[in-house]
């Protein structure tokens, strides 16, 4: 089994990147899929997440500003974040939860993606 994500890059404070990551090896339509981030010197956090029954879930500091999504038959899951900030800035990871419910937690994911760079420059 496979999580690749894409779609990280660099970008000026108040632009827009789409994340996406496609599973592999098995079928994850019923399971939660959800994005973390880690930031140089911090521990990873929830970003957002969408569970089996497509409820999504978000953390405060990205509530109104990132977009969670999935498709693919249910094995992908994307990202749309606008109106970025520098504190966006972190490695963001995909990840599959062993449930249908979104966990807010790192323990509960059996799957992680390898990591994406985003850096938002003010």
């Known amino acids: 089994v496979q999580l690749q994500a894409s779609g990280g890059g660099w970008v000026q404070a108040g632009g827009s990147l789409r994340l996406s990551c496609t599973a592999s090896?098995?079928?994850?339509?019923?399971?939660?899929m959800d994005w973390f981030r880690q930031a140089p010197g911090k521990e990873r956090e929830f970003v957002a997440g969408?569970?089996?029954?497509?409820?999504?879930y978000y953390a405060d500091s990205v509530k109104g500003r990132f977009t969670v999504s999935r498709g693919g038959g249910g094995n992908s899951v994307y990202l749309q974040m606008n109106s970025l900030k520098p504190e966006d800035t972190a490695v963001y990871y995909c990840a599959a939860s062993y449930s249908g419910e979104v966990t807010m937690t790192i323990k509960g994911h059996d799957y992680w993606g390898q990591g994406t760079q985003v850096t938002v420059s003010s």
């Open positions: 090896g098995r079928t994850f339509s019923r399971n939660a």
């Open positions: 969408v569970g089996g029954r497509y409820d999504t």
